[in-house]
T-cell receptor
Framework: DADVTQTPRNRITKTGKRIMLECSQT?????MYWYRQDPGLGLRLIYY???????NKGEISDGYSVSRQAQAKFSLSLESAIPNQTALYFC??????????????FGPGTRLTVL | GEDVEQSLFLSVREGDSSVINCTYT??????LYWYKQEPGAGLQLLTY?????DMKQDQRLTVLLNKKDKHLSLRIADTQTGDSAIYFC???????????FGTGTKLQVIP
């Protein structure tokens, strides 16, 4: 079984709709991240969380919100989807900060299309 | 801002060597990473190098680090079709709270 799962894997929606992407992990990691991937731009960090009570904005948080419901669950919401939010979204986890060489473990991704 | 730069595309013939280059920004980074993204999948850590090393070899993979020029490279010897993927270099950021990824290099291996 996959350690980091994302649902849905694919989603097509319309402009203005509210969308939630979900991420669950069985690795027991405290740190969780949401990224979006766009061709030629690499991965950009949207939000990250170091525990249930610690949520931080990344470099492109506008238009997004998150919820850390439990250590194992981290959801990303698009309150009112717009076409330029069409992208591949990844959830990732890590055991500790990169000062200890912490590897990030990625889910399989959610492909979101906003029409 | 922090920009980790890579060329976007590389095409090689099966059996040749591939060299993927990266320029990073933070000269104080303790680690530098290479991640691999296969088609339809998330990223997986391929290898990493400590900043006090110039080179790291792991089977067909060789990582070279030039700290003076902030340049990192990944060499894949005897490139196979299964090596076709997007390769991302990455460095710690935000006081080691996060990781900044490069733009990714898509490696195409021609049979």
């Amino acid at each position: 079984d996959a350690d980091v799962t994302q649902t849905p894997r694919n989603r097509i929606t319309k402009t203005g709709k509210r969308i939630m992407l979900e991420c669950s992990q069985t690795k027991g990691h405290d740190r969780m991240y949401w990224y979006r991937q766009d061709p030629g731009l690499g991965l950009r960090l949207i939000y990250y969380s170091f525990d249930v009570k610690d949520i931080n904005k990344g470099e492109i948080s506008d238009g997004y919100s998150v919820s850390r419901q439990a250590q194992a669950k981290f959801s990303l919401s698009l309150e009112s989807a717009i076409p330029n939010q069409t992208a591949l979204y990844f959830c990732a986890t890590s055991e500790h900060g990169t000062s200890s060489g912490g590897e990030q473990f990625f889910g399989p991704g959610t492909r979101l299309t906003v029409l | 801002g922090e920009d980790v730069e890579q060329s976007l595309f590389l095409s090689v013939r099966e059996g040749d060597s591939s060299v993927i280059n990266c320029t990073y920004t933070d000269s104080s980074s303790t680690y530098l990473y290479w991640y691999k993204q296969e088609p339809g999948a998330g990223l997986q850590l391929l290898t990493y190098i400590f900043s006090n090393m110039d080179m790291k070899q792991d089977q067909r993979l060789t990582v070279l680090l030039n700290k003076k020029d902030k340049h990192l490279s990944l060499r894949i010897a005897d490139t196979q079709t299964g090596d076709s993927a997007i390769y991302f270099c990455a460095e710690p950021s935000g006081g080691y709270q996060k990781v900044t990824f490069g733009t990714g290099t898509k490696l195409q291996v021609i049979p």
